[in-house]
Structures are given as C-alpha cells and as structure tokens.
C-alpha cells in the first residue's frame, strides 16, 4: 500500500512531460516561408462619371376625389321651446321699434334679458324609446345672476314621469348670459320651457 502513492507520483510526472512534448511538436514550424501563398489585396480606386446625373421627373400624386359623406342615422332628439303660458317671464323681449328709432334700447343698450348660450338637448330615455313612446315636459326654473339654472322643477309632463329626469338633467346644464337691468345682472325667475320628445 505504501508503494502507490510513490508509483502515482511518478506516473503524473511522465504524463506531464509526455503532453509537454507533444505540445512543442504541435506548434513548431517545418518548411520555408517562402512557400506560403501571397494574399490577394483590394484596391480601391474612384471611378469617374461619364454622364451628367438625370433628374427624375416627378408627377403630383392624384388626389382622389372625396366620397359623399353618409346620411346622419336616426337619432331621437328633442325640441325646446318656450311655454306660451300665462305670467312667464320670457327669453326674448319684446321690442318696440319706435324705441329703437328713438335713440337705442333703455339708455343705451344697457338693460336685456337673459339670452341663451348652451342648451344640451335630453337624452331620449332607453325604455320610452324601445317602446316608441313620444311625449313633452314643461320645466319651470331661475336664471341666476352668473347664467346658470337655479331649482329646476317639472310642472306638468305628458305621459307622467318618463321623460322628468332626462328633461331635468339636460336643464341643469343649461347657461345664458343673465338678465341686465340698470347695467347691473338680476335673477330671472318663472321661465318655463317645454321639451318636446320625439322618435
């Protein structure tokens, strides 16, 4: 057993020698240079132009003409109008032309009533609509002094309750430029509008 350990030893260092060897013999050069083959070069060189460049001659693409646009689809809108009732403090005044002869509206153009700005029409409700049914609101409600609606309220509707939300909501949306008086915006209560709903 004490005779591997030496016998390994010696072994490992033949090995290491052998592959030494065999490395050196590998990597050393036999023959002459001058038998190595010549490697081939690039050359470059400018060539010169025999011609003038041509310019291409260019059209203008071909616009095509536009196509009709398509017809707008069905869309259920309603109409606004105001109510023609009694004691309803109106949109338009009413003007009398002497007035206007006689040097201007109230001193000067001073005084006006409210005047529409935005309207946002009411959605058409989906059940009404499915069902076809058409039908009006009439809204009551103030115009504040910075042109928004102030306490919006349905005063009659035909038929009931169908169209009162979505006549409300487009209401509350609503801006105008507020009544003028003495120079000075005032509230405009008691309009009443009637929203129409048709399919």
């Given at each position: 057993m004490n005779l591997r350990f030496p016998v390994s030893i010696g072994l490992s260092v033949l090995v290491t020698f052998g592959l030494f060897w065999v490395?050196?013999?590998?990597?050393?050069v036999s023959g002459e240079l001058k038998d190595a083959t010549r490697t081939a070069s690039i050359e470059?060189?400018?060539l010169k132009r025999d011609t003038r460049a041509r310019e291409k001659e260019r059209e203008p693409p071909k616009r095509a003409k536009p196509d009709a646009p398509p017809p707008p689809p069905d869309i259920a809108m309603s109409k606004a109008r105001l109510d023609p009732g009694e004691g309803v403090g109106g949109i338009a005044p009413d003007i009398d032309a002497s007035d206007v002869l006689d040097g201007g509206l109230g001193g000067g153009g001073a005084d006006r009533d409210a005047v529409p700005l935005v309207r946002i029409e009411p959605d058409y409700p989906m059940r009404a609509e499915q069902r076809r049914i058409e039908g009006w609101v009439v809204?009551?409600?103030?115009?504040?002094?910075?042109?928004?609606?102030k306490n919006?309220?349905?005063q009659s509707s035909h038929p009931g309750n169908i169209f009162d939300r979505s006549a409300l909501q487009a209401v509350r949306k609503w801006k105008y430029n507020p009544k003028i008086e003495g120079g000075v915006a005032v509230e405009q209560p008691g309009i009443r509008v009637r929203l129409d709903f048709e399919l």
């Open positions: 490395m050196q013999a590998l990597i050393t470059f060189v400018r809204v009551q409600f103030t115009i504040s002094k910075a042109g928004t609606i919006p309220i349905v």
